[in-house]
């Protein structure tokens, strides 16, 4: 697997652009019994994915909005994505309150002909909670719901059939505290999906 990673971020007095943008290359085979398409068979496993993402955000006295977007390109895959959030900080700026609403479309066309311009659409939602607790301790809670339609079978995998539709709500909670003295930080997270 080959990787290039590129980031960039600038600031002008209020405004953040941050940008990502990455390269991965992959080959080898697969058991025929995991998928169609297999070493034995003579097709094998190739493709390259290309995906960048970038996202302004405007920072104001008590409060910021950020909006994004991203896109990626397989042989046999694009994704194109959009978001929007807004962050209000408390006076001390010690708490912040994260509300953010998002939507992704894909379009799958597999090179075993069995998905040809299948599509799938997203929603998301986020609702979270950050909290400075003293100068070592951060933590935050996050629930994020989103709901999907359209094609959500994987075209590479025997027997695979699944719903057209999706509903996910998530939890997370992350608390990481700073350990001066090994000038180290634990980062502990729990997820209930």
């Not at 290309?50 to 996202?55: E, L, P, S």
């Not at 962050?87 to 700026?93: E, I, M």
Request: glycine letters at 8%.
């Amino acid at each position: 697997v080959e990787r290039l990673y590129h980031a960039t971020r600038a600031t002008l007095n209020d405004w953040v652009v941050q940008g990502s943008a990455v390269v991965d290359s992959v080959s080898g085979a697969s058991p025929l019994q995991h998928s169609t398409l297999s070493g034995a068979s003579g097709q094998g496993i190739g493709d390259t994915r290309r995906a960048g993402d970038v996202k302004v955000t405007r920072y104001f006295e008590r409060f910021a909005v950020g909006l994004g977007g991203a896109y990626s390109k397989e042989n046999d895959y694009k994704s194109s994505a959009g978001h929007v959030d807004v962050r209000w900080f408390s006076p001390s700026k010690n708490t912040t309150v994260t509300v953010g609403a998002g939507v992704a479309s894909d379009v799958i066309d597999s090179v075993n002909r069995i998905a040809i311009n299948e599509r799938r659409s997203t929603n998301e939602w986020l609702l979270g909670l950050t909290q400075v607790l003293t100068p070592n301790d951060i933590v935050q809670t996050n629930v994020t719901y989103a709901s999907g339609s359209g094609y959500f079978n994987d075209p590479y995998k025997s027997f695979d059939v699944r719903p057209n539709s999706r509903n996910q709500l998530a939890w997370l909670v992350r608390w990481n505290h700073h350990f001066e003295a090994a000038n180290a930080t634990l980062r502990s997270t729990y997820r209930h999906y």
